[in-house]
């Protein structure tokens, strides 16, 4: 039966007995026990992705469901029976609001304007413990999404470093964990400099600026442009370079933590291969970093998932691939080193002699 609501047409009306409905309809209740989020985020989701021609179960109903199918591990039939609807219906919802959500990734995952590049270059100095860093504009990585490879020839073409059938997703994030770009898609088996290569970061020298970097591990190579991309050093000798490479350290891995957090908050999917094809495995991943970004901004904070480990932190990144003709950038990072080992405050004994 059709029903109208609101001047939208409905193909059908929901069992408002479900238990998961109930509590929804209950402005008290708490939805993160169900959802992974806090009901504000979902009323921000919804008025976002909210559009006159929206028809079918409505709205709401339709993000909650995939909502609860990431909570869940996208298990269709765990889903079809919380909302008493079938598996298919379950599947081309899914499909729907993910593409609703992929066509809106800019309104929470662009690069930061040149008017907001000093606050974040703030956030990495304080990370950092130094302002050496006052020019760093976002910390890069990749991270290995598991998947369910596809059985044909292209198998052992997932199979990553460390053994197991995987997505890449690269982000760059801001000194907050927040998201500024991603690039999803390559299978496993590419190395992260390759991955890097062939983004439109790297390619169109979209980001960052002219006088600015990103920070990234040993997995990458140590370049000025075409993107400033500052690394550790990968054998560090003397003090200088040690002292840089921790200080280096404290700054990048906010990367690391935001990965963790948001595996974290969607644990049961991401923990385990992505039941999907390897086509829709990216959709269902930017939506997991579409949502990690709504979380920030509405600061909605999961205690589990803010205390979770990033997956990769005891995972030492093969060595960076050979860059062609690109430019170095080891003289920068000498001279941040040597910033960093410089006295704040030049000694008094040092003020009794004139230099020339």
Sequence with gaps: ??????????????????????????????????????????????????????????????????????????????????????????????????????????????????????????GFCQLANSPAFHHAAGAIDGCHIRIKPPGNEYHKEYINYKLFPSIQMQAICDSTGRFLDVFIGYPGSVHDARVLRNSPIFCQALFPPAGWFLLGDGGYPCLEKPVGLLTPYKVPRGQVQARFNRHHARARSVVERAFGRMKARWRATLFKALEVSPSFAPDIIACCAFLHNLCIDMNDVLEDAEAFPPEDADQSPPPAAACGQKSPGHHLRNRIAAQLSAPVQMAPRLREHDYI
């Design 1 to 122: 039966m059709c029903q109208w609501q609101g001047g939208k047409g409905l193909y059908m009306q929901l069992n408002a007995t479900a238990p998961i409905l109930a509590v929804y309809a209950n402005p008290e209740a708490c939805l993160k026990k169900d959802f992974r989020v806090q009901r504000s985020s979902v009323v921000y989701l919804v008025q976002m992705l909210s559009s006159p021609k929206d028809h079918g179960w409505g709205q709401d109903i339709e993000v909650l469901v995939l909502l609860y199918s990431l909570a869940h591990g996208l298990s269709l039939s765990v889903v079809g029976s919380a909302f008493g609807i079938p598996k298919s219906t379950v599947h081309r919802i899914i499909k729907h609001v993910t593409g609703k959500i992929k066509a809106n990734l800019k309104t929470l995952i662009s690069l930061p304007t040149p008017d907001e590049l000093p606050e974040i270059a703030d």
